[in-house]
């Protein structure tokens, strides 16, 4: 149980275009979704939190209209990267809690995005 | 501002020997604590969770403490396998669910 996928687990893309991540909860409705993301030999920073149904909360210093943010049900979240930069290059990340008493965030495998 | 604290130099081990993997935390009141283990490109697999209230937890051959008084947990890995080695991270949580992680120990464990 609770298991999280990412599509797609990679993706290179050139600079200019724009990039959509999906999230879902396989076996859990996730009221709940973060995205996080992580540089080579560095931990998991925050970047938002989604709610499904309603605005996600950004992480100070992120840019919500360069990383949109969409939680439309409670087993998919999407993370676009607009007008993605070679500094956008990253390892993204999310996590679903299916809320209640439950605290446990499970995570995605991950997203490896290039940009060239 | 808040910081999370981990061991940052690899901590090498023999095979059946007890790992202890150490998380401080300053300027931080978490309601729980949660462990993970992150293997490269992978995201972190959920391990255990502990709250403020809980002392210790079990887990097969895992065991978390938590002392809220010294703002450290520790994490210890017993009858260590090769198959362990990887990076365990600490994240503690607020009461909204949110965690910060701290950067991870990497642990390495030889036949």
């Known amino acids: 149980g609770a298991v999280v996928s990412q599509h797609p687990s990679w993706v290179i893309c050139k600079s200019g275009t724009s990039v959509k991540i999906e999230c879902r909860s396989l076996d859990f409705q996730a009221t709940t979704m973060f995205w996080y993301r992580q540089f080579p030999k560095q931990s998991l920073m925050l970047m938002a939190t989604s709610n499904e149904g309603s605005k996600a909360t950004y992480e100070q210093g992120v840019e919500k209209d360069k990383f949109l943010i969409n939680h439309a049900s409670l087993t998919l979240s999407t993370l676009t990267v607009t007008s993605a930069h070679p500094e956008d290059s990253s390892f993204y990340i999310c996590?679903?809690?299916?809320?209640?008493?439950?605290?446990?965030?499970?995570f995605g495998p991950g997203t490896r995005l290039t940009v060239l | 501002s808040q910081k999370i604290e981990q061991n940052s130099e690899a901590l090498n081990i023999q095979e059946g020997k007890t790992a202890t993997l150490t998380c401080n935390y300053t300027n931080y009141s978490p309601a729980y604590l949660q462990w993970y283990r992150q293997d490269p490109g992978r995201g972190p697999v959920f391990l255990l969770l502990i709250r403020e209230n809980e002392k210790e937890k079990r887990k097969e051959r895992l065991k978390v403490t938590f002392d809220t008084t010294l703002k450290q947990s520790l994490f210890h890995i017993t009858a260590s396998q090769p198959a362990d080695s990887a990076t365990y991270l600490c994240?503690?949580?607020?009461?909204?669910?949110?965690?910060?992680f701290g950067a991870g120990t990497q642990v390495v464990v030889t036949p």
């Open positions: 996590s679903a809690r299916e809320g209640g008493t439950t605290d446990t965030q499970y």
């Open positions: 994240a503690p949580s607020d009461s909204w669910g949110k965690l910060q």
